[in-house]
């Protein structure tokens, strides 16, 4: 028995073994069990914020975390600078950055949509010069927190890379030629696209459709600050 109530059986089987978790001093660590190629997509709010939540769980365990993002736009009302930008930045392991201009294609939103494909095909290279990095790292190994991801990284987040195909910025054969091009150990994830992906129906092992049940955007509310960006 653990204490008077709790047989010691039942708290053999809940995680920490009825411990409350602490936080640990982040040390550079190596996956056991990365590898696997995530989709998240829907109509619903919430893909990047979920990808970036998992991408912030991956750091505090060690593991050395890039984000690139194809595009990620918005009305007049969201800041150049976005809390998560600021937030990566003070947390070690995790890295990002942006090849797209605030803007959405095919949004009429004063954005050049020229732009949009030519920095769509510059996100793509760069993609792959990302997943060429990790292929050349030991994957089994730490990496350093602090190192650039042209040093490796254990998990990839392609946030709007799904977006962008969904556009037309790029075709469905690009996406499949990132997946295959992904080395076995490393954790590729990629959001975007209000439309199913039915092309990665059989190269993802997780497919997470965020769905929009209300949203109070049909009511007139702006993106706000600490929740939008």
Not at 52 to 60: D, H, I, K, T
Not at 167 to 179: M, P, Q
Request: hydrophobic residues 40%; aromatic residues 6%; negative net charge.
């Amino acid at each position: 028995m653990s204490d008077d109530r709790t047989p010691e059986s039942t708290v053999e089987n809940t995680p920490g073994k009825g411990r409350t978790p602490a936080a640990e001093r982040i040390e550079p660590a190596a996956p056991e069990e990365f590898g696997l190629v995530q989709v998240w997509w829907g109509d619903g709010k919430g893909k990047t914020t979920a990808t970036l939540g998992m991408g912030m769980r991956a750091a505090g365990h060690g593991y050395r975390v890039h984000m690139l993002q194809f595009m990620k736009g918005g009305a007049s009302s969201v800041d150049a600078v976005r809390g998560e930008y600021n937030a990566m930045a003070a947390l070690p392991g995790i890295s990002y950055e942006n090849l797209g201009h605030y803007g959405w294609h095919g949004m009429a939103d004063g954005s050049d949509e020229a732009d949009h494909e030519a920095e769509a095909q510059a996100g793509l290279e760069r993609a792959h010069e990302l997943l060429a990095a990790a292929a050349e790292a030991d994957l089994g190994e730490p990496i350093d927190l602090d190192a650039p991801p042209e040093a490796g990284m254990h998990m990839l987040l392609l946030d709007e890379v799904l977006y962008a195909a969904d556009r037309g910025l790029l075709s469905e054969k690009d996406v499949h030629d990132l997946i295959d091009a992904k080395p076995a150990a490393l954790e590729l994830v990629l959001s975007g696209s209000h439309t199913e992906p039915d092309y990665l129906a059989d190269r993802a092992d997780l497919i997470t459709n965020v769905r929009k049940v209300k949203h109070p955007i049909d009511d007139g509310q702006r993106a706000r600050r600490g929740t939008e960006f």
